[in-house]
């Protein structure tokens, strides 16, 4: 039975891990964690924000998704929002989800991220 998400992966592109540090803990304010030594010469970074986790692992033949992105749940949206925007991040707000706030952003590398938080 499966009981929660562990992490989810994202690729990244070889030589990225610089700008993927400058967004996902600059930007996000996630903490960069440690990868185990086997894994952590193949490149690439996890990152962290309480139970959350974001692999990001390098793709020789790297192309971002179209459509596929993790959908992160946060609170107090729009305080969020302006974080990511006065960090030099594009923000583009989405109404199409009923009961929720939600706002597309991209990483320095192209991959979709969703941010949502559900109306009270």
Not at 39 to 56: E, K, M, S, T, Y
Not at 79 to 101: C, I, K
């Amino acid at each position: 039975m499966i009981t929660a998400v562990d992490h989810v992966q994202l690729a990244a592109p070889p030589g990225s891990e610089d700008r993927l540090r400058a967004y996902y803990a600059g930007v996000l304010g996630m903490t960069e964690i440690p990868k185990p030594p086997a894994l952590a010469a193949r490149g690439g970074c996890w990152f962290q924000a309480g139970p959350v986790q974001l692999h990001l692992g390098i793709e020789a033949a790297f192309r971002p998704a179209i459509k596929a992105h993790p959908g992160l749940r946060v609170t107090d949206i729009e305080t969020y929002a302006a974080r990511l925007e006065t960090r030099g991040a594009t923000v583009t707000w989405d109404t199409d989800l009923p009961g929720h706030r939600r706002f597309y952003s991209y990483d320095p590398v192209g991959n979709r991220l969703e941010f949502l938080e559900p109306h009270v």
